[in-house]
């Protein structure tokens, strides 16, 4: 198989570029691990920013988005009962939108299927070859023994835990990490967010995040030890602590209900240079 970009990581940015290069005559094969279902099922971020945004519109996928989407000029600022609102569309001229990672993925392949688009999902042991040649290619598995694509150019879109930062030389290729004594413990319900803004609200407790996907789709967040496993915090101790750290007439306000989705995420800062490397 040949083509002109091979993109390993079939995620929103994988998908983006994918689209965005074929609006642009470009063609490409994604490569992604796990299957359209499972990356869909994946609860992400929800909080776009401007470059996002506008690059989706470039794209041709942006209809649903602009049409179902909540658009933040700001966000709240908490301390105990101190709170305080950063005006983004005052300050920079641009706001934040809101819209769910899984629906923008979502649209992304959506839109990669009505034109034509190939995706290869279930690959094994990609590997990328020759990348600092005139030739690179790249090879797999996916169930039927191993498969080649030849290309002109290779995009690594896979993230932290993918092949391609792994493939830049050990000499070359610096990375810089932090890693954070806490973890993130997120909770989603059907429950209409507390605010029409997100709130960042720090405590002597801990930090807290109110956020939400719609009118109906909120979440929330709170720091955690590392050493806590999800099964510690029923749905009764999440609530009370998340109100605990919230100024008290935003805990007053609310709304609680069975979570839909919990999980806890270590969390680390981290940067990898070059960005580009080969030919």
């Known amino acids: 198989m040949r083509t002109q970009v091979a993109i390993i990581g079939g995620g929103p940015s994988g998908l983006l570029l994918s689209q965005l290069l074929h609006r642009k ?26 470059g996002f945004v506008n690059l989706m519109r470039e794209a041709g996928v942006a209809t649903r988005m602009d049409a179902e989407s909540y658009t933040h000029d700001g966000t709240c600022i908490a301390y105990g009962n101190t709170q305080f609102r950063i005006d983004f569309k005052a300050l920079t001229g641009t706001s934040v939108v809101v819209y769910g990672q899984t629906e923008l993925t979502r649209d992304l392949y959506d839109a990669r299927q009505a034109t034509g688009g190939q995706i290869i999902f279930n690959t094994e042991n990609v ?3 020759e990348a600092d040649t005139e030739a690179p290619y790249i090879t797999y598995d996916a169930g039927q ?5 030849d ?9 932290f835990h993918g092949v391609s930062r792994k493939t830049i030389p050990d000499t070359i290729r ?16 059907e429950t209409p967010p507390v605010h029409h803004e997100l709130i960042y ?3 002597e407790r801990g930090f807290a995040l109110c956020s939400m996907r719609h009118a109906n789709l909120s979440r929330y967040y709170i720091q955690v030890p590392l050493s806590d496993g999800v099964e510690k915090w029923s749905d009764a101790a999440f609530w009370g602590e998340l109100k605990r ?7 007053e306000r609310l709304i609680t209900g069975p979570s839909i989705e919990k999980s806890i995420a270590p969390l680390r800062s981290f940067v990898t240079e070059p960005m580009r490397w080969g030919r």
């Open 151 to 159: 290309c002109d150019y290779i995009a690594g879109c896979d993230g």
């Open 201 to 203: 609200s720090s405590s």
């Open 25 to 50: 005559g470009i063609d490409t094969v994604v490569l992604e691990r796990k299957t359209r279902d499972y990356v869909l099922g994946r609860i992400r971020a929800g909080v776009l920013e401007v």
């Open 127 to 129: 590997q990328i070859h």
């Open 245 to 251: 750290r919230l100024p008290e007439e935003v805990a």
């Open 174 to 189: 610096r990375d810089y990490e932090k890693a954070y004594p806490f973890g993130w413990l997120g909770v989603l319900s």
């Open 145 to 149: 023994g191993e498969a080649r694509i």
